[in-house]
């Protein structure tokens, strides 16, 4: 099985030979010559680059105004950010500023920016980190339409919305109900669904309730926020929960296809642990890990949302829940037993395999959504969990179990019939065949391991090119390290996580280790990869004086030559304008005490043209694209000069772009 890694590698080794060979044996005898110097096997020896490394090389390097052919948009970890890094070159592209303000943005620095910041916190406090997990594209039809990316952060259960047009955070969300989420952002095949699932189970809406009534009184959830897509906005009115047994659920996904309208969640401890060490109780970590079997989450979504509409949820926290009795009694919610504490599950782009990984089994378990909703129809049930969920026979909707290797978590998926799940235990990606149409379609065995290749090191989720949707392109494959180790230079004790680039284009031959490519900021969880050509943002805004948070000309968008002050009692409100290179007006006067008002508008329309705008002491610094338009607000509640200036180099006489703000006592 592991032979053809050796023969695909000598063969590799045998084409960069001849490469080598034609090279050095070209037009003069130390090899080609490159302008700029340069002998290719020369440069090799010189480097220690083996054939192998070459081809690698040779495949992600981009020259110069390239463009990648693949977006990766990755989670910024604690960072509480999005990364979007081009593929295969592996440039970081972009930061995206999320949960967290992110100066070079403006991002949390303007009224409308703040404001989209506050409404994520809770009432009088302020959050600055975010812990992001898993970043969703919009899709339609279940393919990725480039439209919208969402993204969660599990530590204080938020759910954050990406407008595509330009790449920025136009909504965040606190859920009412929990403190943690995990299981989201994941979205239904037309993005009517952003689906955030719980983790830790705790008494609703932050009430307090000891331990010893946790059964009781803690509950779990899976959260489905309603996306308008005209709107560009989760409408929390139109969207609600299920409340779920205080089981700890984990990762989950969307059905597609035949499974469209369905939604898959896994638990662990179910044992219902609430750890204790010490008093001398068994830690979560083994009174979690109990029992061999816990259980996976079918959801109806399409019943519980007909439920909804009928007014069959109660109020909690003023959001819309439907009561678990509720959900145990009308189909909404049914249970299949799954191996010990599994962690991904993953819906294979048929729609009917769900990949379940073991985490502390060495088994990937595959169940057949056909024979899922068979079960559920013919009601035959093994009996039910103590809150009353119907629980399915496992071997009633499984097809297979294949020994993958130790600690299997999340699987992508390729058009040649092939899986790939990662394994956090043995650090290596293992690439096996799917069953039914797909294997027979390529002419493969069904359920077969047929290749691994290492990470380095501890790799949590992968990510394949548009490798969960509908019609994955496989080609490229990301793996998320957790640990770097040996891999790069020393920076102390804080190492980076490692995205390594896989190639696993060749479905005969084997997986190839392209590049390392270290994250210096947070850990990184999941990550999605969309075709470059799907993604249409603006090259600059459509008109001047366009507000990004309501996408539509801003009331206080002005054309250069509209500049002016108005005072109104303490009130002072300015519309200025930065154009190359000054900003109109250069001189602001003001009492100390006066409420300042300030718009600005950059009035460019040549792409790339953007502005800043830094001002001393009052904490602002913003990010003024070609057309935009942001307002800042504040009391002038100290009296001084204060100079202001452009903080993007955008001309020669870039420091010469600045002005003065004048406090008088
Ligand atoms: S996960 S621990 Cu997606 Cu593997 Cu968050
Ligand atoms: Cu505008 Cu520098």
């Not at 399915?392 to 999340?410: K, T």
């Not at 992508?412 to 294997?439: C, V």
């Not at 502005?611 to 002491?617: A, K, R």
Request: proline fraction near 6%.
């Amino acid at each position: 099985m592991f032979k053809s890694n050796f023969s695909k590698l000598a063969l590799a080794a045998g084409a960069v030979g001849l490469l080598l060979f034609f090279l050095t044996c070209g037009e003069r005898k130390g090899g080609v010559q490159v302008s700029g110097g340069g002998d290719l096997a020369a440069i090799a020896e010189a480097r220690g680059l083996t054939p192998a490394d070459l081809v690698a090389a040779a495949k992600t390097y981009m020259p110069t105004g390239r463009h990648d052919e693949y977006y990766l948009f990755g989670s910024g970890g604690h960072s509480g950010q999005v990364l979007v890094i081009g593929v295969p070159s592996m440039r970081l592209l972009k930061v995206i500023g999320v949960f967290t303000p992110e100066p070079w943005q403006g991002w949390g620095y303007s009224n409308e920016t703040r404001e989209v910041l506050k409404a994520g916190s809770p009432a009088g406090k302020e959050l600055n980190w975010g812990d992001t997990h898993h970043p969703a594209l919009s899709e339609t039809n279940g393919d990725y339409d480039g439209q919208f990316l969402f993204i969660n952060d599990k530590a204080n259960a938020r759910v954050a919305v990406i407008d595509l047009r330009d790449f920025e955070t136009k909504q965040i969300i606190k859920n009412p109900l929990s403190m943690s989420d995990h299981g989201g952002t994941f979205v239904t095949p037309n993005t009517d669904w952003v689906i955030e699932g719980g983790q830790y189970a705790m008494p609703w809406s932050g009430e307090y309730a000891p331990l010893d009534q946790y059964k009781e009184k803690y509950r779990g959830m899976v959260t489905f926020w309603k996306f308008d897509r005209a709107k560009g906005r989760i409408l929390p009115e139109q969207s609600f929960a299920l409340e779920l047994p205080p089981y700890w659920q984990d990762l989950s996904d969307a059905g597609k296809l035949v499974s469209d309208g369905w939604i898959f969640m896994n638990s662990f401890n179910t044992e219902m642990a609430t750890g204790g060490i010490e008093e001398g109780n068994p830690p979560f970590e083994a009174g979690a890990s109990q029992r061999d079997m816990d259980y996976l989450h079918v959801i109806n979504l399409n019943k519980a949302a007909e439920l909804f509409r009928a007014g069959k949820t109660t109020k909690i926290n003023g959001f819309n829940v439907l009561p678990l009795s509720v959900s145990a009694a009308e189909g909404v919610l049914t249970f299949i037993p799954e191996p010990k504490s599994p962690h991904g599950v993953d819906v294979a782009p048929d729609g009917n395999y769900l990949v379940i990984s073991g985490k502390l089994d060495p088994h990937a378990t595959v169940y057949n959504f056909t024979k899922i909703k068979a079960a559920i129809g013919s009601g035959n049930f093994s009996g039910k969990d103590e809150f009353g969920v119907p629980i399915l026979n496992f071997d009633d909707v499984v097809d297979a179990q294949i020994e993958l290797g130790l600690g299997p978590l999340h699987t992508q998926f390729d058009p040649n019939g092939y899986a790939y799940t990662s394994l956090f235990l043995e650090s290596a990606i293992a690439r096996w065949t799917m069953g039914g149409d797909w294997t027979q379609k390529h002419g493969k065995e069904p359920w077969t391991l047929v290749d691994k290749v290492s990470v380095h090191y501890n790799v949590g989720h992968i990510c394949t090119a548009e490798g969960d949707n509908v019609n994955p392109d496989g080609k490229y494959l990301v793996s998320l390290n957790k640990w770097a180790v040996d891999r790069f230079g020393n920076v102390g004790p804080l190492l980076p996580q490692n995205f390594q680039l896989i190639d696993v284009s060749d479905p005969r031959g084997a997986m190839q280790l392209l590049y390392d490519m270290p994250i210096g900021v947070g850990e990184p969880h999941y990550a999605q990869m969309i075709k470059a050509d799907k993604i249409n943002s603006w090259e600059v805004y459509p008109e001047v004086g366009w507000n990004p948070g309501t996408q539509s000309k801003d009331p206080n968008g002005i054309m250069p030559g509209q500049e002016k002050v108005e005072r109104n009692g303490k009130k002072v409100e300015i519309w200025m304008s930065a154009m190359r290179s000054h900003y109109n007006p250069e001189r602001v006067q003001v009492n100390k005490g006066d409420h300042v008002i300030w718009h600005i508008t950059n009035g460019e329309r040549a792409k790339d043209a953007t502005h800043g705008f830094g001002l001393p002491y009052y904490n602002v610094n913003l990010s003024l694209e070609p057309g935009e338009t942001q307002t800042i607000e504040f009391v002038a509640d100290q009296a001084g000069v204060y100079p202001f200036y452009c903080t993007e180099f955008c001309s020669a006489l870039h420091l010469e772009m600045t002005g003065y703000l004048l406090v008088k006592p």
